[in-house]
């Protein structure tokens, strides 16, 4: 399963290990009284992410770095979660006027809306959706899918080390763990070349855009961010309050000024606990935040 909502899964007991994957490296996190965290880097063009072909360039390359992760595992228990680059699926959030009670029918009714937009086979692809409880009649469904084939993929060398991913997520969805859920806000995540803007509403999700940027450049970003906080003022009748960012390492800085300045809202920076959210682990952190909270 590629998302599930973390209020009923943290009921269970969390996995032995967490992990998220990037381009650069695979961040893991040991769970026990204390999270111990470590990272494998990645040899470049070990990994290509895309929702639209192989992401796994070089197998042995991800597989070596899987298992000296998974060396470090002491504890019996084999369950593991696998943090996803974002790039390598589709996020949206659909708003229907009617919604199905019936698992299968909502499933048919969520592929149906998909089909067009989504630039992959819907019916072959790993789908997760949950349905938001909005308290008016239109019913907004967070969706998550990704072809099968490169879910399986990353999946594969957790698999071969004796490890069961209980839970698949996309790093983005587990990074808002962090975020303030309160208010209306937009997050700004950068990974690698990757930008992915989430807007929420009293905690509730509303809008979710992924985008391969030409850099990093904090000009290309505001061109992506101004048009987003606009999109939001026309359609919630109000300014977003706060922008959060997160990735954006030496240019924090400079992008917190620039974007307070550009766009008229508070800019503060995406912060854990347990240490500072880089581009490549801010889903791990924010995972180990939602099983801290719930366990």
């Known amino acids: 399963m590629i998302l599930d909502n973390f209020k009923s899964l943290l009921q269970d007991p969390p996995p032995g290990m967490a992990f998220e994957i990037s381009e650069a490296g695979i961040a893991a996190a040991r769970i026990g009284a204390k999270a111990e965290l470590e990272f494998q880097a990645l040899k470049s063009g070990t990994l290509a992410i895309s929702p639209l072909k192989e992401n796994v ?50 499933t048919a009714l969520v592929k149906f809306r998909l089909k067009r937009s989504v630039p992959f086979d819907v019916e072959s692809a790993a789908l997760s959706f949950w349905p938001q409880s909005t308290g008016h009649k239109k019913v907004e469904v967070v969706v998550v899918l990704a072809p099968l084939e490169i879910v399986s993929r990353y999946e594969a060398p957790f698999r071969a080390a004796g490890m069961v991913p209980g839970l698949v997520t996309t790093s983005s969805m587990a990074a808002l763990e962090l975020a303030p859920d309160v208010g209306l806000n937009v997050m700004a995540k950068v990974t690698g070349h990757v930008l992915t803007v989430v807007v929420r509403e009293k905690g509730l999700l509303k809008l979710v855009r992924c985008l391969e940027m030409p850099s990093n450049d904090l000009e290309d970003i505001a061109a992506v961010l101004l048009p987003t906080f606009v999109y939001v003022e026309d359609n919630f009748g109000r300014r977003a309050e706060r922008l959060i960012l997160c990735g954006f390492s030496s240019q924090t800085t400079g992008a917190e000024r620039q974007f307070h300045e550009e766009l008229g809202v508070e800019v503060e920076t995406l912060r854990s606990p347990l240490g500072t959210c880089g581009e490549n682990n801010a889903g791990l952190l924010g995972y180990l935040r939602s099983i801290a909270r719930n366990n």
Not at 61 to 76: D, G, I, M, P
Not at 77 to 96: E, G, N, Q, S
């Open 57 to 106: 360039i070089d197998p042995d390359e991800f597989t070596t770095a899987v298992r000296a992760l998974a060396n470090t595992q002491t504890r019996k228990r084999k369950d593991v979660a696998l943090i996803l680059p974002d790039f390598c699926t589709r996020m949206a959030v659909l708003d229907f006027d009617n919604f199905p009670s019936d698992a299968k029918e909502q």
